[in-house]
């Protein structure tokens, strides 16, 4: 009997709630749309597979190329040409035979015959300068695209190869099998761009006061492309804004300049006798003990007394690298160089910057301990940096290579600078140098997902940014308390994610059909793992996965289901719905409070309760009664403003089921009922974050998992019964979730200042 009793409370109850009637609505709504949130990604992700498993890792079958490389460079200072010489030796490690291989020809994006011009659409502008005038109208386009001398096999026989834009198929002579190893040579040359002028990643900068160039240089010679279980092979063209895929690999690179050049690249310095002074040897002795503070191995001076003259001779620099996927290099008689030594573990880095006497005083003070800063949150977040150095050199452009990279940011002539200028030197230093693990090391597939480095790289670069300015807090202006990073804080994101849904593409989108670039592909998904971190998993259980991750991939090369995967499969944290919504769409979030009810609590039976005690068979003073405010019997109800184990029906229900003990044990005496509608415009899922604001001036704070709209995509209630009044209702009351109208957040609804500055000039009056 006492179960029965107990049933028919909870059928009455029921019948009361708007669950129910939330759950017809939302089955009528998924019949209508068949698109559920939560819908597992099985329909967007590949099917796992012997290379690929299900929970995210390599699988068993899992293989990758190597590609090793013999180089021999000269540049050619007087006429800025660079002259190669390889002999790339590649291993095939497939299942597959391989009839041909492709070879990556980047620079070809610079040919005369370049069709990468041709796809952007251009227009006449009413004002012009005349140098852009010059450069649009009149100049014949520069011609920086690779002369490919030939191509031979070790016995000097030539290969058959075919030229398709960016890309070179070369014919083996007989097909190579698993295991097999291939050797071929190419000699090449082209021009090198000037990289301020002409805009991109690698060439020289020209300085006009002292007459030298500042060469940084990249995507120099054939590479090979990737061959893998996903692709075949990635020859996807290069058109200027994917980055890269390239197979790791061993390189030995000899590279020739003028002999008052100094220069560093990937790899260890091999010859550092041959190439470095006495003094300089003597310099670098010390800076490999020296922890706290860089030491110059090229001082000011030193730089200054080089730039003056030009040498005839040459000097070989020779760089060895071991599991790199790429090789980038600088060179110039202008560079001053300094070093410090990094701990990471037991291991000894050297944190190196190269930079002209025009990036002082801003580079020698915080270069390269933003270098060294970054080393140590990047290893702590995923995994100890395993080379032996990162170089940042400075150039006006950020660009990526594997232990080296460059890096903008200078003060004017005069050596002043803006906060501007310093944050974004900085913040730039610690991207490219974070992009030796994303995907430098964590090998992704740049022509294809740009967000799988930059996202990655982005997010990791907020959380060293944030370490940066706590370890040198005299890097930061005194108006900032934290280093003010541009990108990673949930409010930083909501005017692109608000903005035309026309101009908006998913996050998993290629890079070059994407609208608004850097805001999808880094800013973006950045945020929605500093989300992830902060707001949906927790910093414990969203850490030990992207650590996790990373460590699965170091050195092999992921999917973005390969992530995807292991975020979950580490944390046990279901996250289809927000992959989906941050990655496969352009939904953003806008959760509000619609509308707050308030009940209150009696036993006197009324119309509605009658009937229902009628139906089941009960006596009306038995039940419990929910009255609305406005409704007939509130009033009176809230006058007695009960309890509600004070209602006799509830206390006698209480002595009845419950022993003495778990009487006792009972605390919660609620004497406020409200029914909260929450609404959601706005397409995003996410969790649903409630700030409750009471009548004696405290506060509490629930999340309800973002899984509460599962059945209803609109809205969900919220039955709340309280022992204190409720007087506010605010929704992610610290702009956590990139909300992109906050001013339906809140009830009541909040008074704008002005509003209220008026309201108070009136009661004034
Ligand atoms: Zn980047």
């Not at 251009?122 to 649009?136: D, G």
């Not at 003094?279 to 020296?290: C, D, F, N, V, W």
């Not at 994101?493 to 101009?503: E, K, P, T």
């Not at 003073?621 to 409704?631: H, M, T, W």
Request: proline fraction near 5%; hydrophobic fraction near 35%.
């Amino acid at each position: 009997m006492k179960i029965f009793n107990y049933l028919l409370c909870a059928i009455l109850f029921t019948s009361f709630s708007t669950y129910a009637q939330n759950d017809v609505k939302a089955e009528r709504q998924q019949g209508h749309t068949n698109q559920n949130k939560f819908k597992q990604l099985y329909d967007e992700f590949s099917t796992p597979n012997v290379f690929r498993t299900g929970s995210g890792a390599p699988g068993p079958g899992y293989y990758q190329q190597q590609a090793d490389y013999k180089m021999d460079i000269e540049i050619d200072d007087v006429n800025a040409k660079l002259y190669g010489d390889e002999t790339i030796t590649y291993t095939n490690n497939s299942p597959d035979e391989l009839k041909y291989l492709w070879v990556q020809l980047d620079q070809n994006m610079r040919a005369k015959d370049s069709k990468t011009p041709l796809i952007g659409s251009s227009e006449i502008s009413p004002a012009n300068l005349s140098s852009s005038v010059v450069k649009s109208y009149l100049k014949e386009s520069f011609d920086g695209g690779f002369n490919i001398m030939h191509v031979k096999d070790v016995n000097g026989n030539n290969l058959q190869h075919t030229i398709n834009r960016t890309m070179m198929r070369v014919e083996l002579p007989r097909a190579i099998n698993t295991g097999d190893k291939f050797s071929f040579q190419i000699k090449w040359w082209y021009n090198i761009n000037n990289h301020v002028k002409d805009r991109g990643r690698s060439g020289y900068e020209y300085f006009e006061e002292d007459d030298n160039n500042l060469y940084t240089i990249a995507q120099f010679y054939p590479r090979m492309a990737v061959y893998n279980d996903v692709e075949g092979w990635q020859n996807s063209q290069f058109w200027g804004r994917d980055e890269f895929a390239l197979p790791f690999g061993d390189f030995d690179v000899n590279i020739t300049v003028p002999a008052d050049h100094i220069l560093d690249g990937t790899g260890v310095l091999t010859n550092r006798e041959e190439v470095f002074t006495k003094e300089m040897m003597k310099r670098y002795k010390k800076a490999l003990k020296s922890y706290d503070d860089p030491v110059m191995i090229v001082t000011d001076e030193d730089a200054r007394n080089a730039e003056k003259s030009k040498s005839k001779d040459k000097k070989t620099w020779k760089l060895s690298a071991k599991m790199v996927r790429d090789f980038g290099f600088a060179t110039s008689r202008k560079f001053l160089w300094d070093m410090m030594a990094v701990k990471l573990g037991e291991k000894d880095v050297m944190a190196v910057s190269l930079y002209p006497k025009e990036g002082n005083p801003l580079w020698e003070q915080w270069s390269t301990k933003a270098v060294a800063s970054t080393l140590k949150t990047y290893s702590r977040m995923t995994f100890d940096y395993p080379y032996h150095k990162a170089i940042s050199v400075n150039t006006p452009m950020g660009m990526e290579y594997p232990m080296i990279c460059f890096n903008f940011g200078r003060p004017d002539k005069e050596g002043n600078y803006s906060d501007r200028t310093k944050y974004g030197m900085i913040g730039v230093i610690i991207h490219e140098v974070g992009h030796n693990w994303f995907p430098m090391i964590v090998n992704s597939d740049e022509r294809q997902w740009t967000w799988m480095d930059e996202g990655l790289n982005t997010f990791t670069q907020y959380v060293a940014e944030q370490d940066f300015g706590e370890w040198y807090p005299d890097a930061l202006s005194p108006q900032h308390k934290a280093f003010p990073s541009r990108r990673g804080p949930a409010k930083n994101i909501v005017r692109y994610m608000g903005g035309d849904q026309n101009f908006i593409a998913p996050v998993m989108t290629k890079g070059l059909n994407t609208y608004q670039f850097g805001s999808n592909a880094y800013s973006k998904p950045a945020t929605a793992l500093n989300i992830l971190r902060e707001t949906v998993m927790g910093r414990e259980l969203f850490d030990y996965s992207f650590k996790e991750y990373a460590n699965r991939w170091k050195f092999k090369h992921p999917t973005p289901e390969d992530f995807f995967r292991t975020m979950e499969d580490a944390s046990a944290v279901d996250l289809d719905w927000f992959w989906r919504g941050w990655f496969y769409t352009t939904d953003y979030t806008d959760i509000g409070v619609k509308e707050v009810k308030k009940f209150a609590v009696t036993t006197t039976p009324n119309d509605n309760g009658k009937r229902l005690a009628e139906r089941y068979n009960r006596d009306p003073e038995s039940l419990v009664y929910f009255i609305e405010e406005g409704a007939e019997g509130f009033e009176d109800a809230m006058k007695t403003n009960a309890s509600l184990d004070d209602l006799p029906t509830v206390k006698e229900y209480i002595m009845d089921n419950f022993t003495p003990d778990e009487q006792k044990a009972m605390k919660k005496a609620p004497k406020y009922f409200y029914q909260i509608t929450f609404d959601k415009p706005g397409g995003l899922v996410m969790p649903l974050i409630v700030e409750y604001t009471y009548a004696d001036g405290t506060k509490s704070r629930e999340t309800y998992p973002a899984q509460v709209w599962r059945l209803n995509d609109k809205e969900v209630s919220k039955a709340i019964a309280s022992d204190k009044e409720i007087v506010s209702v605010q929704v992610d009351p610290d702009l956590e979730t990139a909300d992109v109208d906050t001013s339906n957040n809140s009830w009541p609804i909040e008074v704008k200042e002005s509003d209220f500055d008026k309201f108070k000039g009136r009661a004034r009056d």
